[in-house]
């Protein structure tokens, strides 16, 4: 690793970098390769919240000749990047931490990590708590006379898309955290506006969620996420006082 007085050419920076991304797609290539072999399974666990609360006889379609095929690859393509995850964070974490301090560099590390954990964290809340309730709700529109058909490809943009956002709304916590950390809010403010955060996790969770209970089970959860944060906000503040309390004591 290069020292903090060291510096590359920008020619080296992208012969670098094209080192980096070859690197990365070789992984989700083989990470593809990998889950295509286990595509109906994959499949199935993705879908199993919703055919756990379908009537009996239930199940999906598709409704094009190429529809399934292409969802598996889809599948497959998504199971692979995350398989090869810790390969892309460790390329990424390579390519950029000869550029910063060693102090940067020691917040990095728990910065992707807790950011991942949290990500990881909302889109299981999303599988396991929400699509149950949420889907039971959906389904529940169904009469003698209307069947509820999902399609395969409709399914797979649903689940993903929610997934996804329920990852992103958990990093609220990260998110005012490192707000805290450069000054833009702080623990007062926060405090301050803990009502209005209430109303916001309420809105969100309607947007997200398609019936009353599975709102509930979102906005609890975002509530706490909210708490997490002024906790973490309390903590970086304290760290950064002390730091620069250090910095001010004469050698």
Known sequence: M???DEKLPFTSH??????RLIKSAVAVG????ICYGFKETLFEILI???IRVMPEGGSLIFTGLPEAFFTYLKVSLLAGI??????????????????????????LGPVIAITSFFFIGGALFGYF???PSGFKFLLGFGTDYIRTLPSMREYLDFSTKLMIAFGLVFEMPVLLTFL??????????????????VILAFVVAAFLTPDVVSMLLMAFPLMILYEVAIWGARLVT????AAEQTEKRPA
């Open 238 to 241: 304290r760290r950064k006082n």
């Open 14 to 19: 992208l012969e670098e970098l094209r080192s």
């Open 48 to 50: 199993y919240p919703l």
């Open 129 to 131: 708590v929400v699509f």
């Open 30 to 33: 083989a990470g593809f390769a």
């Open 180 to 197: 805290a950390r450069l000054g833009v809010t702080s623990v007062e403010a926060l405090k301050r506006n803990r009502r209005y955060a």
């Open 82 to 107: 995350l398989l090869a995850s810790p390969v892309l964070l460790y390329q990424f974490w390579m390519f950029v931490a000869p550029g910063l301090y060693k102090k940067e560099r020691h917040l």
């Open 2 to 4: 290069l020292r903090e």
